[in-house]
């Protein structure tokens, strides 16, 4: 089984991987992690600064090409993967994919304090790739589960009852 959980930065996708991969007994895959350990940086925002977003893009791509051959998996995709039509159909294969939905407003709440995000320095640029980005979530989307203002085992409980009425 993979689950894949997609959804803006600071939609919850990491933490709400651990508790769901936790209650099935599956593993988690940070797609950062394995990205960062593909290449030869140390961060994200270094990755950005010296190589551009294409090369990142790029990482991503070969990273989920990469787990096409791994099962019993909860994946925690990268906001941006629904850029790059390839790396989506690589994900979805054999899986299905989980819509975070999150208002922009508490977005911009969770993230006040964060600076490993280079996408999200701007509010207005990051309000942008918001909107820009909202339809393709839901485009790319088996199934699409709120959370705003809601304990993460709230989260896992919804997504897993829309699971199961699907299957
Ligand atoms: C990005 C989201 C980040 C990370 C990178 C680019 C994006 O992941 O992959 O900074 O384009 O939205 P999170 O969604 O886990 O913050």
Redesign the pocket.
Known sequence: MRIILIG????G??TVAKLLAAKLGLRVVE??EELLELSDYKS?PEI?EQKGETF?REL?LQVAKNLMSVDGIVI?A???VV?NKLTMDYLKENGVTVFLQTDFNEISQRLEQSD????FRGINAAKK?FDLRAPLYEYYSDIIVETNKLPVDKVVRDMLKKMEAKI
């Open positions: 803006f930065m600071g939609s996708k990491s797609m950062d994200i950005f990142f991503e925690s990268g906001g941006g850029m490993n995000r280079p996408l790739l």
